[in-house]
């Protein structure tokens, strides 16, 4: 019978420290593989040169790496990649780089398919197989770091946790890929240029709130009428607005970050002056910035971009009213790239 050998990127640097030891070997050799497998992401054992042969070839009968593959990349005509990222169970995920002048953009999945049911976004029709590792999120953004220094000649700038998947719902791995993310010891980003954004689920957001985490917030929020938001985001039935500011609130008077709102307007169901006071009146509890974003149809045509007009109501309003407002074009449309067309469609 095969034995099924173990990810060591599962192992923490202190287990791996301790594996050695039992080996009967110095616990020093550890933190030199716990380097390979971070900072300098080797794909396999025999990458690792100042490991002798015999302990790689130890480490190879003990442990596999599950690295993900690039399966297919994209590009688009705005310079925008699309990454078709294999993982090592052959399940598929999909990760974005966005260039603009001044900065690289990663967005990042973080589930395989989606534990959500936002009807307005591709990644929901795909159900949720699992969640991903640390490791795999962590990999996806080494793979589009290495892309931006390829292509733009710059290291990656930003993340945003925004690909595939709730972030929240997978919470734990997601703050371990950001540990690994940030620390000296993985790629030595600094979180105040990482946004993990979330359709807002209560209970995690005070546990981050409580976490005192560094890094920014982004709530979806697309609508901030009760009834309309359940209409498009059926999740809303279970953690209502009341909850979600409840929770914002108490994420404000933590961590003193402002909150910034991911906004689509569309036609016929929140292009109305009503749906705009309602929104002016959920971000005055808390210093927080709208950003209103392009939509970008998928298939069947039931959600539509709203008019030009209906989108300066939305700027005008905000605007008089204090609160700092970005329309966003979107980027990599013609390769399905764009915020909620991410389907693994290929
Ligand atoms: S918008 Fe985000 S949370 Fe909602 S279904 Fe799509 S991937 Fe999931």
Redesign the pocket.
């Given at each position: 019978m095969e034995i099924k050998k173990k990810d060591i990127r599962a192992l923490t640097k202190e287990q791996l420290r301790q594996f050695f030891v039992e080996q009967g070997d110095k616990a020093f050799r550890g933190n030199q593989v716990y380097e390979w497998l971070w900072q300098k992401s080797a794909h396999d054992f025999d990458a690792m040169t100042n490991i002798s042969k015999e302990t790689r070839q130890m480490l190879e009968d003990n442990f596999v790496i599950n690295h993900i593959r690039v399966d297919q990349m994209q590009r688009s005509s705005d310079g925008t990649i699309k990454n078709a990222v294999r993982l090592h169970d052959g399940l598929i995920v999909e990760s974005v780089l966005i260039p603009t002048d001044t900065r690289t953009t990663a967005c990042v999945s973080s589930?395989v398919g989606?534990?959500?049911?936002?009807r307005?976004?591709?990644?929901?029709r795909l159900k949720r197989m699992r969640n991903l590792n640390p490791d795999e999120i962590y990999d996806q953004v080494v793979a589009i770091d290495n892309e931006s220094r390829l292509y733009f000649d710059r290291p990656l700038s930003n993340i945003v946790f925004?690909?595939?998947?709730?972030p929240l719902?997978n919470y734990n791995n997601v703050l371990k890929a950001i540990d690994k993310i940030t620390s000296p010891e993985g790629l030595g980003m600094s979180p105040k240029r990482i946004v993990v954004?979330?359709?807002g689920v209560p209970k995690i957001i005070k546990k981050m709130a409580d976490e005192e985490v560094k890094f920014g917030l982004a709530v979806?929020l697309h609508s901030a009428i009760d009834e309309v938001r359940t209409s498009i985001?059926p999740?809303n039935a279970t953690f209502p607005l009341k909850d979600l500011r409840e929770a914002l609130e108490y994420w404000y008077s933590k961590t003193k970050n402002k909150i910034t709102y991911e906004y689509v307007v569309w036609k016929g169901i929140n292009d109305t002056q009503e749906a705009v006071d309602a929104l002016v009146k959920f971000c005055k509890f808390a210093p927080s910035k709208v950003n209103l974003i392009e939509y970008n149809p998928i298939d069947d045509g039931e959600f539509q971009q709203a008019s030009n007009k209906a989108v300066e109501m939305y700027q005008n309003t905000l605007e008089r009213n204090g609160i700092t407002v970005t329309v966003r074009r979107s980027r990599g449309k013609d390769i399905d790239a764009a915020?909620?067309q991410?389907a693994n469609k290929q």
């Open positions: 589930q989606c534990s959500l049911d936002c307005f976004c591709a990644t929901a925004m690909g595939m998947g709730e719902m954004s979330t359709s979806s985001m999740f915020c909620g991410l």
